[in-house]
T-cell receptor, first 114, second 111 residues
């Protein structure tokens, strides 16, 4: 089944404790991105990747890191989480970042930083 | 910068009535406009999209219209049903290739 997966789905952590949210897609998509969803603000892009070893900042990259060592994986790293990073996170992918193709979302990761 | 504004933020309609959600975009180079539906606790899922060379597209009870001159596009849902209740997001893909999302509309269909 073609899909985007994320882990963990739920995470409660404390300020300053490094964490990684994994994202994987099995559709051989070039383009992957991370969003955070907050009430009243819609989906805001954190980072995106046009292909392996190519990453770039989105609209709200502060406090986050990403890597794209393999085509299928695009982990989101919070080196020192803070309470303002409490949010719902979605990973997404599409086949070609330069074309108007459907973007598929992962199931979401609800992160709480205490 | 690129921006998409979406209205209304909440919409309540009676079952069987129509619902209309409107979005405006700022990047005149935008050429792709998808609409996503997000049910409670679920991921956003594409329900319909339109490209800039088309003015209108319809899929059963759902239609989208695009006015490139006004930089405005709308989602129309006819004969609404309780299962249409969800949050709807519009988006526009501009010259930077990234999708810019609106802030969402919470639609409630009252039985």
């Amino acid at each position: 089944e073609a899909q985007v997966t994320q882990n963990p789905r739920y995470l409660i952590t404390v300020t300053g404790k490094k964490l990684t949210v994994t994202c994987s897609q099995n559709m051989n998509h070039e383009y992957m991105s991370w969003y955070r969803q907050d009430p009243g603000l819609g989906l805001r892009q954190i980072y995106y990747s046009m292909n392996v070893e190519v990453t770039d900042k989105g609209d709200v990259p502060e406090g986050y890191k990403v890597s794209r060592k393999e085509k299928r994986n695009f982990p989101l790293i919070l080196e020192s989480p803070s309470p303002n990073q409490t949010s719902l996170y979605f990973c997404a992918s599409r086949s070609d970042g330069t074309k108007a193709n459907e973007q598929f979302f992962g199931p979401g990761t609800r992160l709480t930083v205490l | 910068g690129e921006n998409v504004e979406q209205h209304p933020s909440t919409l309540s309609v009676q079952e069987g009535d129509s619902a209309v959600i409107k979005c405006t975009y700022s990047d005149s180079a935008s050429n792709y406009f998808p609409w996503y539906k997000q049910e409670l606790g679920k991921r956003p899922q594409l329900i319909i999209d339109i490209r800039s060379n088309v003015g209108e597209k319809k899929d059963q009870r759902i239609a989208v219209t695009l006015n490139k001159t006004a930089k405005h596009f709308s989602l129309h849902i006819t004969e609404t049903q309780p299962e249409d209740s969800a949050v709807y997001f519009c988006a526009a893909r501009g010259s930077s290739y990234k999708l810019i999302f609106g802030s969402g509309t919470r639609l409630l269909v009252r039985p």
